[in-house]
T-cell receptor, first 118, second 117 residues
Framework: EAGVAQSPRYKIIEKRQSVAFWCNPISGHATLYWYQQILGQGPKLLIQFQNNGVVDDSQLPKDRFSAERLKGVDSTLKIQPAKLEDSAVYLC????????????????FGPGTRLTVL | AQTVTQSQPEMSVQEAETVTLSCTYDTSESDYYLFWYKQPPSRQMILVIRQEAYKQQNATENRFSVNFQKAAKSFSLKISDSQLGDAAMYFCAYRVISNFGNEKLTFGTGTRLTIIP
């Protein structure tokens, strides 16, 4: 079974530029998550999709960050314009869990994209 | 709000020895799950072990086991027979199942584990 795919693996940009990250979840996984991991910290959820609908975007800085999941499969996360404090690893994860079922479903993570803003 | 605390920024252990990583959490929920994830330098988060809060029995996966103390809100990870490949950042994580289907993970700040050959 193929894992969660992310691209690019690395990106270096100047502040005020824009950048986009791509994620392809595990086939059949309904739920997709974007996390931001700043150096020395644990990942923090930015946004959660269930199919192509947003479940939680309460910690997404909406003035500069946007995300979409068209057709309920792939997802893109965009930053425009980027700030120095956006330097981090952006992790995508997916899981099979629909909200109605209690289960021990697990989130599977991709390799992440390391963003450096200069 | 739920919080997860890992009080050991760094730990080291001799190869083949046993090490325990600590984690405490704060929640008012009764139904939740706890996880330990491993993050090697490749950055990919890999699930090590998980524990359902309603289960009294501690989870075990090969050389990895947990000590889950629900009343104390403590969830430590024990690694037995440590191997060089165990070297990584280890994150404790908490997840609640909410009425709105929000299953976000709340992570601790991590413990860097070094294996001494």
């Amino acid at each position: 079974e193929a894992g969660v795919a992310q691209s690019p693996r690395y990106k270096i940009i100047e502040k005020r530029q824009s950048v986009a990250f791509w994620c392809n979840p595990i086939s059949g996984h309904a739920t997709l998550y974007w996390y931001q991991q700043i150096l020395g910290q644990g990942p923090k959820l930015l946004i959660q999709f269930q199919n192509n609908g947003v479940v939680d975007d309460s910690q997404l800085p909406k003035d500069r960050f946007s995300a979409e999941r068209l057709k309920g499969v792939d997802s893109t996360l965009k930053i425009q314009p980027a700030k120095l404090e956006d330097s981090a690893v952006y992790l995508c994860a997916s899981s099979t869990l629909p909200s109605l079922f209690l289960s021990t479903d697990t989130q599977y993570f991709g390799p992440g994209t390391r963003l450096t803003v200069l | 709000a739920q919080t997860v605390t890992q009080s050991q920024p760094e730990m080291s252990v001799q190869e083949a020895e046993t090490v325990t990583l600590s984690c405490t959490y704060d929640t008012s929920e009764s139904d939740y799950y706890l996880f330990w994830y491993k993050q090697p330098p490749s950055r990919q988060m890999i699930l090590v072990i998980r524990q359902e809060a309603y289960k009294q029995q501690n989870a075990t996966e090969n050389r990895f086991s947990v000590n889950f103390q629900k009343a104390a809100k403590s969830f430590s990870l024990k690694i037995s027979d440590s191997q060089l490949g165990d070297a990584a950042m280890y994150f404790c994580a908490y997840r609640v199942i909410s009425n709105f289907g929000n299953e976000k993970l709340t992570f601790g700040t991590g413990t860097r584990l070094t294996i001494i050959p």
